[in-house]
């Protein structure tokens, strides 16, 4: 008998069963067992022995999944680092990474058994028992060769390309078998082969390496050679290309290269609308062989896409968002992570809050595989670990082509209003621009950040926003109160009358939407075509990608939009992008706003002029002689890069420090409060002036629960993995206090 640990998708440690071994269980392969008295669960085998475990009863692992293993050892490892790292359970891994249906429960045997999809199959074909063996083949070709040459032939080769493929029992995808299935259904009926349905090896019916690969312009080849030579020596290389440079075009040349040696390719990206557009590029060249994963394929896809990967042998192409990292690669070769710098690479939702990009510079130390983090404004978290020697750089300064970078344009709004040179949200500068595309027949795109967060102030004059004297990062305003609060320590003051700056009484409270852009625009340009591009109005897919079509196709002359305008999107008839109001990014109540604002700046200007060399981009904002639209007008990346590092040290910030953010909630208020204030103090007996808070969360109110925030900054150089062994002993004490009972806390290692 030998006994598996075994990890079930919960948010609990591992269970032991006991193992038949008959049933043929691998480490790694997914099992069904009981586990209480009315639940069956798929759990993964973590590992195997022989030695007898203390307890009496052990139930019995009940049946083997699927022909193949779902996780390799590269994969096992990598778990377990996640779980580690940022503190949950393998379960709770196992949960995110395994897709719903790869992953049956049920409250029966035969329920579950139901509810198994059938791994996807194909048709494999293998000679008759009688002829496996070299001399029985030989003699039957011999005697028919005359008569039937073109079936014997065909039964030679499907003998050699069995040998070629160590084919232990002669079987071989009938797609390689090159004949007609009226020749093998011939075959077939004389007894002379055997068909059988078998695990899908891979999708791809794409037999060649020879792709036709772009031609690279100098400065690309340069690139290329750069990227490769960082890999000969095992480092992950950061490639900063500015937008337009032709990243995709390197990307390609690495990736053919590892496909034609069989090796597996995934490509990550930070959003599914990029997704698309991106597959359509890739599959012009990589015809067959892309496959795509992301939340809105059908649960059967998702499924029936991750067993097929656990079943391939390599040479598989794979490109979606964050999750992707799970899917299984049996032949890591390459990692591209597109647009690393993004935050929408960093799950926080629910635990894993995990962060693909770094799961793939560890998925690198732990397979051997190359890693290219690519961006046209990479975070600082990357761009510190080039300057460190860590990774290695690679830049990439033109527009590929006769693109050239958009002229930037700063309005001062201030000014703009003195001199009554502004329309509602309007400076005329902007105005002037959008009028000088229209007139031309060419587009525009507007941009207006707004986030769901409470509001901040400004002063109408001077532009100055309060900042917490300890955080440097804005204030906010809470609704219910005539307060400012640090979002981070909880440092709070009256808001002021005054300008602390400038002394005027002009301090107003900021913020306005799209949707108010959108009207505007429309009366002020009666006849422009507009539309909108959010998260209200892109809900749906087919929404979308309607809206996206329609000013590919410049139905539509000026789409005013979100966050969601600055995701790579080609547009060739746009020469003005308008930025609305650069001050809130400016002061969003965030460490990273600056580093944020320069990158949202920086991609919407991206859409501009990439074919021609008219874009033009205006940026409206009040503070014209503030460092980041300083560094944005002149796209000086490495002093805007410099600057913010120096800011982020002096006040302990990553790329200089490890965040951990716990939220607690709880529909008692009081209770949290109080609960909030114990575990603040239990982490500081520990941690000392690391920790801050608590403080109101962003949304102090999510259905109906109150929600609190502490935070715990642990410098560089520290130990993390001391740092997260005490935090795990703060939280079981926590756990184990009856008074807090009900007191959820969530843990966010790297939080944003
Ligand atoms: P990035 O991702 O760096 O912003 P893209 O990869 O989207 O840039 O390239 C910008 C444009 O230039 C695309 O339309 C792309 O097809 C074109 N392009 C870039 N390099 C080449 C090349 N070597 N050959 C042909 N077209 C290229
Ligand atoms: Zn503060």
């Not at 207006?448 to 926003?465: K, L, M």
């Not at 709070?492 to 799209?514: A, S």
Request: glycine share 6%; hydrophobic share 35%; with cysteine.
């Amino acid at each position: 008998m030998l006994y598996a640990q075994v990890v079930l998708p919960l948010a609990q440690p591992m269970y032991t069963f006991s193992l038949d071994e008959k049933l043929a269980v691998g480490v790694g392969d997914a099992v069904v067992v009981q586990f209480g008295s009315s639940r069956y669960y798929t759990g993964l085998v973590w590992s195997i022995t022989s030695e007898k475990p203390d307890y009496p009863r052990l139930k019995p692992i009940l049946k083997k999944l699927y022909s193949h293993p779902l996780l390799g050892p590269n994969e096992q490892q990598m778990w377990e680092w996640i779980a580690d790292y940022y503190m949950c359970t393998l379960g709770e891994v196992m949960r995110l990474a395994l897709p719903s249906l790869a992953k049956p429960s049920a409250t029966s045997y035969v329920e579950l058994e139901e509810r198994v999809i059938e791994e996807p199959t194909e048709s494999f074909v293998a000679l008759s028992k009688e002829l496996q063996s070299e001399e029985t083949l030989a003699k039957y070709v011999e005697q028919h060769r005359r008569r039937s040459p073109r079936r014997t032939e065909l039964m030679d080769s499907i003998a050699a390309l069995a040998h070629e493929r160590n084919s232990v029992d002669g079987f071989v995808p009938r797609r390689l078998v090159d004949a007609t299935s009226q020749q093998l259904l011939a075959l077939r009926s004389k007894s002379l082969i055997r068909t059988e349905q078998r695990p899908r090896e891979r999708l791809t019916s794409a037999t060649t390496n020879n792709f036709l690969l772009p031609t690279l312009s100098e400065a690309q080849q340069r690139a290329l050679d750069e990227i490769k030579g960082a890999h000969s020596n095992a480092k992950v290389a950061l490639l900063h290309g500015v937008t337009g440079s032709g990243k995709t075009e390197i990307y390609i040349h690495l990736i053919a290269e590892e496909l034609s040696k069989g090796n597996d390719v995934m490509v990550l990206v930070p959003e599914i609308v990029i997704t698309s557009q991106l597959i359509e590029r890739l599959e012009r060249i990589f015809e067959g062989r892309t496959t795509t994963y992301h939340s809105r394929l059908t649960p059967l896809r998702r499924g029936q896409t991750f067993l097929r990967l656990a079943a391939s042998t390599g040479g598989e192409l794979i490109v979606g968002v964050r999750s992707t990292i799970f899917l299984p690669m049996r032949n890591p070769g390459l990692i591209v992570v597109d647009e690393e710098h993004d935050p929408g690479y960093k799950q926080s939702d629910m635990q894993p809050r995990y962060n693909a990009r770094d799961c793939a510079v560890v998925m690198s130390r732990l397979s051997g595989c190359r890693v290219v983090l690519g961006s046209a404004t990479p975070s600082l978290e990357s761009y510190l670990n080039a300057l460190s020697g860590k990774y290695h750089y690679v830049e990439l300064k033109e527009r590929w082509g006769k693109g050239v970078l958009p002229e930037v344009i700063v309005s001062d709004t201030i000014r703009s209003v003195k001199r009554g040179e502004r329309k509602v949200h309007f400076n005329f500068d902007l105005l002037h621009n959008i009028e000088r595309s229209l007139a031309a027949n060419e587009q525009v795109i507007l941009f207006q950040n707004r986030r769901g967060y409470a509001p901040y102030i400004q002063c109408n004059t001077c532009g100055y926003s309060p900042r917490c004297p300890h955080c440097n990062v804005t204030l906010t305003q809470h609704k219910a109160s005539s307060r400012m609060e640090c979002h981070y320590c909880g440092y709070t003051m009256e808001r002021p009358l005054f300008c602390p700056n400038c002394e005027t009484q002009d301090i107003k409270t900021m913020g306005f939407g799209t949707e108010k852009v959108e009207e505007e625009v429309s009366r002020l340009f009666p006849d422009a075509r507009v539309e909108r591009l959010d998260g209200d109005t892109s809900s749906s897919e087919r929404a979308f990608k309607r809206i996206v079509s329609s000013f590919e196709q410049h139905e539509t002359d000026i789409l005013v939009g979100t966050q969601i305008l600055t995701k790579g999107f080609d547009f060739e008839g746009v020469t003005t992008v308008g930025i609305l109001n650069a001050d809130n990014l400016l002061s969003a109540p965030d460490f990273r706003a600056s580093e944020r604002a320069y990158q949202l700046m920086m991609q919407v200007a991206g859409r501009a002029g990439r074919h021609n060399d008219r874009g033009r981009v205006v940026i409206q904002t009040s503070q014209p002689k503030h460092p980041v639209i300083v560094y944005v007008a002149s796209g000086d990346y490495h002093s805007m890069a410099r600057a913010e590092l120096a800011e982020r040290k002096a006040f302990g910030y990553p790329p200089y420090s490890h965040l951990i953010r716990f939220m607690l909630r709880n529909k008692d208020y009081s209770l949290l409060h109080q609960a909030s204030h114990a575990v603040a103090a239990i982490l500081r007996q520990k941690f000392g002036g690391r920790v801050m808070g608590p403080v109101s969360a962003a949304l102090e109110m999510l259905r109906g629960e109150h929600r609190s925030e502490i935070l715990l900054k642990i410098e560089s150089g520290a130990s993390m993995k001391l740092a997260r062994r005490l935090v795990r002993e703060v939280l079981d004490t926590v756990a184990q206090d009856s008074r807090y009972k009900g007191v959820t806390i969530t843990t966010d290692v790297d939080a944003w």
